[in-house]
């Protein structure tokens, strides 16, 4: 809205040019969405403390949350909205499909997360949304998304599949980027969901792989750095930079009131929100596989369950202490902050090679 509003008084203020630029208007993203984070962080966090709405733990979780944890506030992830949504409307250019298609999978997927949190409040307990009709929703959900998408998009490499350290390897999909297309937005929705167990321990990963896609989004819509990188130029996708950029600024935000001891849990409704809205940039930068790069310890986090789940139903033995893996390795007997500073480095690593495969074709 006020990059609109700026836009049209360039004629008469020719130094309003410089928002023109994205880098500029990602900048000023990042930093509105942290400021209002900030500013409104400690009056939510007593706001929603007051009012008890206390994150249920999970009882047969590691018993040192019970007495660490317990009181602590949730739906947090409401917070990280409002900073989002606050550097997206004033900085982006709402006249890009691209920005609507992530703003809808975000709102969205914040909305189920935050019915799934007001259950589990209510019920005092840690259940919330069956599994099952969670899942159902999140699909239902990305194919409306993915509908609206296709519906305004004219990118030709919308049905292409583009594989990392290959220079012209590209896998036409057909009609089966729609179920692809899903598979990665609620699987990366359900992976950082997952991951979202320790104080701070995906709000940082998220802000790495959120500023590897400013990049990649940016270079990804400049035909000149497209061509360089010898990646996919799609017109107009270097927009997608300011929504990456307000991801981060609400993420170092939140962080603020989420590092250990966290004030307060960003719960399902910014775990379903950020996850959803990092795999539907995967999708629109045509670089789902760097995604699944880059946010490794997402994709760690997520088999981790799953091969839980196969191997306790197939053998009756559990692999791990407890799933997802950082509860495993507070079972051993790791310090949480052991976990969480490992963790990020591990998610540091995997961003450096993810950005590396732009360069290695």
Sequence with gaps: MLYSLLSSFVEIFSFLNVFKFLTVRTGLAMFTSMLVVFLVGNPFINFFSSRKMLDPIREDGPEEHIIKKIGTPTM????????????????????????WFLIFIVASFGALGAYDDYKKIKNKNSLGISFKIKIIWQIILALIGIGIFTLF?????????????????????????????VFIIVGSSNAVNLTDGLDGLATVPVILVAS??????????????????????????????????????????????????????MGDTGSLALGGSLGTVGIITKHEIVLAITGGLFVLEAVSVIVQVISYKLTGKRIFKMAPIHHHFEKKGWAESTIVVRFWIISIILAMIGLATLKLR
């Design 153 to 181: 998009s004219d990118t030709p490499e919308l049905k292409n599949l583009y594989l990392p350290f290959f220079k012209n390897l590209v896998i036409n999909l057909g009609w089966f980027f729609i179920p692809f297309y």
């Design 76 to 99: 947090g992830g409401l917070l990280i909205l409002l900073g989002l949504f606050s550097g997206v409307l004033l900085w982006g250019d709402l006249k890009n499909p691209y920005i």
């Design 212 to 265: 590897c896609f400013a990049f990649i989004s940016y270079v990804t819509g400049n035909v000149v750095f497209s061509e360089y990188l010898l990646i996919p130029y799609i017109r107009d996708v270097g927009e997608v930079s300011v929504f990456c950029g307000s991801i981060i600024g609400a993420c170092i935000g939140f962080l603020w009131f989420n590092a250990p001891p966290a004030k307060i849990f």
